[in-house]
């Protein structure tokens, strides 16, 4: 019986040890992940701090801090015309994208017609295809319809922002979250005279907290983010976003790379303070979203 008993300490003993070793294992992967995440944003920090002279060598941290290298470098660029573009791209794009993914999703969730599966399918299909493949056939519709329409669309907010408008990923986030809600708070509020539409506003959106902020975080990134496109409909810099304002500056600034380090940073800054803000209602609605729905 003794024998039996130490037999059973030594298999939980064993099993303690092979535990402790996996979390070890897994918290030396994570922490290697995280320095490979952390040390290039350090160091571009880092350098947009330093001297002419640091930049150009091996030392990490500066001597001396030259928060200077920031005014210089938003005076230089003219950052402050691209900054202007980016935000009424991004949320033009973001009201669009919010107003008609909320009403697909909900209409293949909540209304039943023909072949509504199938459509949906094929939507989803659609996330398959790389997005640099639909550049050409984007930039021929949007074109074309700068011709027929009275409104100018290249080198205008049209072609920045209606082709995102209609996001697969955001019209299937939120589609899984509208499938869950119960269909008995439908059915109580036709019982009050409620039709689809008030349903969705009064009773869908405000659970829908969770999913609507995910597609927020996203879409101010992607937009914000953009690079290829924006180039590619726009000649001037009227309505050039602030990454091609930065490309831009990158060319100019040649060897000076403190200054393209302060250009960087200045860049990253909106999505930095959306981060922060957002950072713990992001997660949660990362977890809570539906996506296994």
Known sequence: MAEIIRGKRTMSSAARLRQLIGKILIYMILVSWAVVAVVPFVWMLSTSLKSSAEAQGVRFFPTE????????AWEEADFAEYFTNSFQITLITLAGQLTFSVLAAYGFARIRFPGRDLIFGVLLSTMMIPAMVLIIPNFLTVTWLGRIGPIKWINNWPALTVP????????????????????ELFDAAQIDGAGHLRFLWKVVLPLAKAPLMVIVVLSFI?????????????NSPEWRPIAVGLLAFVDEAGQ????????????????????????KQFTESIARSGLKG
Not at 167 to 183: G, K
Not at 222 to 234: D, E, F, H, K, R
């Open 65 to 72: 801090l030259h928060f200077e290298n920031y005014v210089n």
């Open 222 to 234: 992607g937009s914000w983010n953009a690079l290829a496109w924006p180039m590619l409909v726009t």
């Open 164 to 183: 995102f408008m209609g996001n697969v990923f955001s019209i299937f986030l939120l589609r899984q979250f509208f499938a869950q809600v119960p269909d």
């Open 256 to 279: 000076r790379f403190e200054m393209m380090m302060a250009g960087a940073t200045i860049t990253m800054v909106p999505i930095m303070i959306l981060y922060f803000i957002t950072q």
